[in-house]
């Protein structure tokens, strides 16, 4: 109760400060329920494809309907939300919009003194509103989603984990480690090694058969171990034993390399994990990058497209509301193929992630202030 007086109190206080007007809630109404509408059809229509594709599946493995509905789409359903909603956002603001202008309406909203840029408020609260929406999907929801969705593909359809091999990380600045084949499904590496040098030599190795990650301890156990020091004076030291503890500066996900581990961590886990490959030198650390930065600059894209929508749908056309649906299509499959460009150029070309990830943004960006320059106001 306390958390809706709290949403209502800063409410009124934002009605107060920007002259919230009758107009302004039906603009913002017009386009929330635009997106909500356009985005639960799209879900409509995913959902139905998927199950006709996988129905065959679900009677095979008999998985029970409840199981589906709840570990399946329920996981399924919030990465498809979070990957479309910047572009449904733009198509939804200029149908609306285009449909306003159509019926004279913001031309009724202009002959009432209110200006353009006034006339803007409710959109970008709505793209605030959905702005703030995305983020959370993509940094918390989104990620545990994908989590549990995995697991249920890889429990009920026999998908299986690839083993990671010959894996080369760096363990800090003066050692190394070596693992023959990683199997993330047994967590248990095989033909393992540990190297640490001083300025000029080796000074301990250790090698095992096998090794797996103790969780509760936050340690690694060797099986079936030789341990090799090397003194300062130069003496060789033999050891070997059944078992052997150690603490490494490495976890079981640092042995995965794969491009779509990032995809299962919130943002903060992400942040940690980019720090932990950047000091071993990985070679999918673009890919964690650009994952990192695609969830902040998504977002922010959503508000510029709603802007760049606007500008293009509140002009009347006398050829009706398809022109401008034909021209945000042609602006939206722009900002896709700029994105799937800088992205594998971030990715093989040099560019750096986070200019290859906010370049479409950077793009769009001055494409929406030339076009709200020149939007009749």
């Known amino acids: 109760m306390k958390v809706f007086e709290q949403f209502k109190g800063i409410a009124e206080h934002f009605r107060e400060k920007t002259g919230w007007k009758i107009i302004d809630g039906y603009l913002l109404r017009k386009m929330l329920g635009t997106v909500v509408f356009a985005i639960s059809l799209l879900m409509v229509i995913v959902v139905v494809f998927d199950v006709s594709e996988n129905i065959q599946r679900f009677i095979s493995h008999n998985i029970p309907a409840k199981t589906v509905i709840t570990d399946y789409y329920f996981n399924f359903i919030p990465y498809f939300i979070n990957l479309f909603i910047p572009l449904f956002t733009f198509i939804s603001v200029i149908w609306f919009t285009s449909k306003l202008s159509?019926?004279?309406?913001?031309?009724?909203?202009?002959?009432?003194?209110?200006?353009?840029?006034?006339?803007?408020?409710?959109?970008?609260?709505g793209a605030l509103v959905i702005m703030i929406l995305s983020l959370v999907l993509a940094n918390f929801i989104v990620p545990n989603t994908n989590k549990k969705l995995n697991d249920f593909k890889y429990q009920y359809f026999g998908r299986k984990y690839i083993a990671t091999t010959y894996l080369h990380v760096k363990n800090s600045k003066n050692s190394y480690v070596f693992v023959e084949r990683w199997d993330k499904m047994e967590a248990v590496g095989y033909n393992f090694t540990y190297e640490e040098f001083d300025s000029s030599s080796?000074?301990?190795?250790?090698?095992?058969?096998?090794?797996?990650f103790d969780e509760s301890t936050q340690q690694w156990r060797m099986h079936k171990y030789t341990k090799r020091v090397i003194t300062p004076e130069g003496?060789?030291?033999?050891?070997?034993?059944?078992?052997?503890?150690?603490?490494?500066?490495?976890?079981?996900?640092?042995?995965y390399?794969?491009?779509?581990?990032?995809?299962?961590?919130s943002y903060k886990e992400l942040r940690r994990f980019i720090k932990?490959?950047?000091?071993?030198?990985?070679?999918?650390?673009?890919?964690?990058?650009?994952?990192?930065?695609?969830?902040?600059?998504?977002?922010?894209?959503?508000?510029?497209?709603?802007?760049?929508?606007?500008?293009?749908?509140?002009?009347?056309?006398?050829?009706g509301v398809g022109v401008h649906v034909f021209i945000?299509?042609?602006?939206?499959?722009?900002?896709?193929?700029l994105q799937q460009i800088s992205t594998v150029f971030s990715v093989s070309g040099g560019l750096p992630?986070?200019?290859?990830?906010?370049?479409?943004?950077?793009?769009?960006?001055?494409?929406?202030?030339?076009?709200?320059?020149?939007?009749?106001?």
């Open 102 to 125: 159509s019926r004279n309406e913001i031309i009724s909203i202009f002959d009432n003194g209110i200006s353009f840029n006034r006339m803007l408020v409710p959109y970008v609260t």
């Open 202 to 212: 080796m000074k301990l190795k250790i090698s095992a058969q096998t090794i797996d």
């Open 235 to 255: 003496t060789e030291l033999f050891f070997q034993g059944e078992e052997f503890d150690t603490t490494l500066n490495i976890h079981p996900r640092n042995l």
């Open 257 to 265: 390399q794969d491009a779509f581990v990032s995809e299962t961590m």
């Open 276 to 319: 932990e490959e950047k000091l071993r030198g990985s070679a999918l650390l673009a890919n964690y990058q650009i994952e990192q930065h695609k969830r902040l600059a998504n977002p922010v894209g959503i508000l510029i497209m709603t802007l760049l929508g606007v500008s293009v749908s509140c002009r009347k056309s006398t050829r």
């Open 328 to 337: 945000g299509m042609g602006l939206a499959f722009t900002f896709i193929f």
């Open 353 to 377: 992630p986070i200019l290859g990830t906010w370049f479409p943004n950077i793009i769009f960006l001055v494409i929406t202030i030339i076009m709200l320059k020149m939007t009749p106001k």
